[in-house]
């Protein structure tokens, strides 16, 4: 057992209202310099649909993530030679196109327009060259829904659907979407570290969040083809890949991330997991089916002695074990099995954790009457708008009886709160319905409170980073003891 | 202290009158030696630098070749009139004197070039030289005695090769393709450095121009690379053939090669870039617009 610790994330996908808050908070701590326009670290797609860039769960042409050959765990993107060989073109990037050309628009022409008959409008212009464009694409083109016919019918997703299942999905008051905010996975088998040449990318020790080292990195873009949630973006200003940081700077002084700190719906949820990283390419290995439960058993229970004696061992600081037992996505992914990741079967072992969403009540329709009150308000997770297979292949790894777990986990807490609190429905049923759900009334409760009643400290509990520590692993703290001043992070230039 | 200042003002002491009255004497000596060394010297390299520089437009008794025959050029003229032209020839034909001006016409125009620092001691030297060979019944400048036999086709089949440097020249020269061009020679033709050779049997005048030309060629970029690696008699003759050959079929300059050059670059850059297409078949191209546009024509 090789106990390392490792700041994880749930995105509670039945609270996200889509409101993209998220988004711009990141966009303007992080991305808003030159050459980082068209980069998203944090978006928030509408599912179905084709996300951003556009059809990036296609990975027939993407090429992220691992695949399994000859028993053994590969890139997809490259193995040495061809990495070797297409090191000045890597020809598995995608094109500006696919993600969008950023734009803005020329403001000034509202002012300095010639009077004329018009109003004077202010048309968008292209963040990159400057000149006038025909805005085609944008990182939410297709948000609620927007161009379904092209956009969320070409969803990759759909291919576990039956032509009956994918008609119904699109038809009159059954039509459903809900929202997936994404950022950095920070996986705990990332095929972006893999893939670099340059050896600029890196899984920090201490927290597991996934960096790319600024003056390593030499633009070879091969983190871009492999990573499969394409989270590394190309700058072409300086030259350099850029990722989602996950705030490290603001978790380092105790805050949570600002896409988690500005959530409206707080459908984020932050905390440490201990995992064991002797186990990792072993579970790798696992057929596409036992994936999830390998996952949830890299995944360390951080009341066990011995886990915590191993991570004792490891130089892990006790306030970080205790951190993680107060960890709350501890209790949605392991003990409550609520949360599952996404795309597992790119075998990258995302360490952000989706609790898949319940579906809007369906309406029925009677001779041409359509009656949106429905008799079965808490419907069978069956006759859900987004069918479970949907919902399997985005968040199971194509394995229908986890998310239908979840779904029914869910819906059991549902009737128990209701049971209690309107009484409609007898508390006989509902504890049937626990039961079925593998709950009991008491986990029920923990799902509610920490669900609809959760506090920020409930919501985000951050470790202690112990930056001294980390640092000590790389230099020496009392270096410039009684030495004059603190010395220079590089040189002083002096002279002609 | 003191002892040490006493120990260096004996030491200039003695120094110093020693080099006070020597040293006028030493001038004097050093001078002499190098004006000697100087004059020496340019007494046998007068011949040497004729050979050289000259040769490949005069002879001393074997005719006109682009200039004139210098046999008893001395009495033709007084020696202060050469010793200025030698200096500097275009100065003397711009300033008008009818004797320069007889001589430009003669060579059809062709200026002598300017010898760079040439001092009038050393144009005195040449003029003593270029006297003093005049004299003697046969001079070693009278120019290359080149047979005067009918060139065959086997000549120019053989000039052909030392000009493409199939043959090597035993001088161990650089071939004529490496900076000429001529035309029907090879597809892409030879370098564009030195001028294009197809007429230039014409514009030397013939054989014995053209011979006493490769013999020494006098121009700057030639001159250098091949004053210690001549052209041997016999394959002066080879060359002087296929030029010859050359002139009669009356080509003009060669441009097709230029053309073919230019042909055979944008085609292999077409060449390369279908190659890298197809090398990088199946790369990304691009998902987005071919996903619309699909639709959009499934749609219309």
């Known amino acids: ?496 | 202290m003191k002892s040490s200042y006493g120990l260096r003002n004996r030491g200039t002491a003695e120094t110093k009158p020693f080099l006070c009255s020597r040293v006028p004497l030493v001038i004097a000596a050093l001078a002499v030696l190098l004006f000697c060394a100087n004059a020496n010297s340019w007494g046998q390299d007068a011949a040497a630098f004729f050979k050289q520089n000259c040769t490949s437009c005069h002879t001393i008794g074997g005719g006109r070749l682009t200039g004139p025959d210098l046999k008893d050029v001395t009495t033709r003229k007084d020696r202060a009139w050469f010793v200025q032209f030698l200096q500097s020839p275009k100065a003397i034909i711009d300033s008008g004197d009818p004797y320069a001006a007889k001589l430009q016409q003669e060579a059809r125009g062709v200026v002598m070039p300017n010898i760079a620092n040439l001092s009038p001691q050393q144009a005195q030297a040449l003029l003593d030289m270029i006297a003093a060979e005049s004299k003697l019944p046969r001079s070693q400048f009278a120019g290359m005695q080149i047979s005067d036999r009918p060139l065959t086709a086997q000549d120019v089949a053989k000039g052909k090769l030392v000009f493409l440097g199939e043959q090597r020249l035993s001088g161990g020269g650089p071939a004529c393709m490496s900076c000429h061009t001529m035309k029907g020679l090879t597809l892409l033709g030879g370098g564009r450095l030195g001028p294009d050779l197809t007429r230039v049997y014409e514009r030397l005048l013939g054989r014995k121009g053209l011979a006493a030309w490769l013999s020494s060629p006098a121009s700057p970029t030639m001159s250098p690379v091949f004053k210690d690696h001549a052209i041997q008699p016999d394959e002066i003759l080879s060359l002087v053939a296929l030029f010859e050959d050359s002139a009669k079929k009356g080509g003009q300059d060669d441009t097709t090669s230029l053309l073919n050059f230019f042909l055979l670059g944008v085609g292999g850059m077409v060449l390369g870039l279908i190659s890298l297409d197809a090398l990088w078949k199946t790369r990304l191209r691009g998902v987005r617009r071919s996903m619309v546009h699909k639709d959009d024509r499934g749609e219309g």
């Open chain 1, 1 to 496: 057992m090789n106990v390392r610790s490792q700041v994880s994330m749930v995105f509670h996908l039945d609270k996200c209202i889509g409101c993209h808050t998220c988004s711009i908070a990141c966009k303007n701590i992080w991305t808003d310099r030159k050459g980082t326009e068209y980069m998203w670290w944090n978006n928030v797609e509408t599912k179905p649909g084709t996300g951003f860039p556009t059809r990036w769960e296609d990975q027939e042409r993407y090429k992220g993530g691992w695949e399994k050959k000859n028993g053994d765990l590969e890139l997809k993107s490259q193995n040495k030679s061809s990495a070797l060989f297409n090191i000045f073109h890597n020809p598995n990037q995608p094109t500006l196109d696919d993600y969008y050309e950023p734009w803005t628009y020329d403001y000034q022409n509202l002012f300095n327009a010639p009077e004329g008959a018009d109003q004077p409008t202010a048309k968008p212009i292209s963040m990159i060259t400057g000149e006038y464009i025909n805005v085609e694409a944008g990182p939410n083109w297709d948000d609620d829904l927007g161009g379904s016919p092209v956009y969320a019918q070409n969803d990759p997703n759909l291919e576990s659907l039956t032509p009956e299942q994918r008609e119904q999905l699109f038809a009159t008051e059954r039509l459903v979407f809900f929202y997936f905010p994404r950022i950095c996975n920070h996986c705990l088998n990332p095929a972006c570290v893999a893939a670099c040449p340059s050896g600029a990318l890196y899984k920090r020790g201490e927290d597991g969040i996934v960096l790319i080292d600024q003056k390593r990195c030499r633009g070879w873009r091969a983190c871009v083809a492999a990573c499969p949630y394409k989270k590394t973006y190309f700058n072409w200003s300086t030259g350099k890949s850029e990722k989602c940081i996950l705030c490290y700077p603001r978790l380092e002084t105790g805050q949570a991330p600002a896409c988690f700190h500005s959530c409206v719906g707080r459908i984020r949820y932050l905390g440490v997991l201990l995992y064991d990283a002797a186990r990792i390419e072993e579970v790798a290995k696992l057929p596409d089916d036992q994936l999830i439960e390998g996952q949830r058993s890299l995944i360390l229970d951080p009341f066990d002695p011995e886990v915590i004696a191993g991570a004792r061992a490891n130089g892990i600081h006790d306030s970080v074990v205790e951190s993680a037992q107060k960890s709350p996505v501890y209790q949605f992914v392991k003990v409550w099995k609520l949360a599952l990741p996404p795309h597992l079967e790119y075998r990258t072992f995302p360490m952000l954790f989706y609790v898949p969403p319940m579906s809007p009540v369906m309406a029925s329709k009677e001779g041409g009457v359509i009656d949106h009150v429905s008799g079965d308000l808490f419907h069978d997770i069956e006759q859900s708008r987004v069918p479970v297979a949907y919902l399997a292949k985005l968040l199971g790894a194509g394995q229908e009886n986890k998310v239908r777990y979840a779904l029914r986990k869910q819906k059991a807490v549902r009737w128990y709160r209701r049971a209690l609190t309107v009484g409609d429905v007898t508390m006989e049923v509902s504890s049937r319905m626990l039961a079925e759900a593998d709950c009991s009334s008491e986990e029920a409760e923990a799902i509610y409170r920490l669900t609809s009643l959760c506090t920020f400290e409930d919501r985000f509990v951050i470790p202690p980073m112990h930056r001294e520590e980390a640092i000590q692993m790389m230099e020496d703290p009392l270096e410039h003891k009684a030495s004059a001043g603190f010395g220079f992070v590089s040189g002083p230039q002096r002279g002609m």
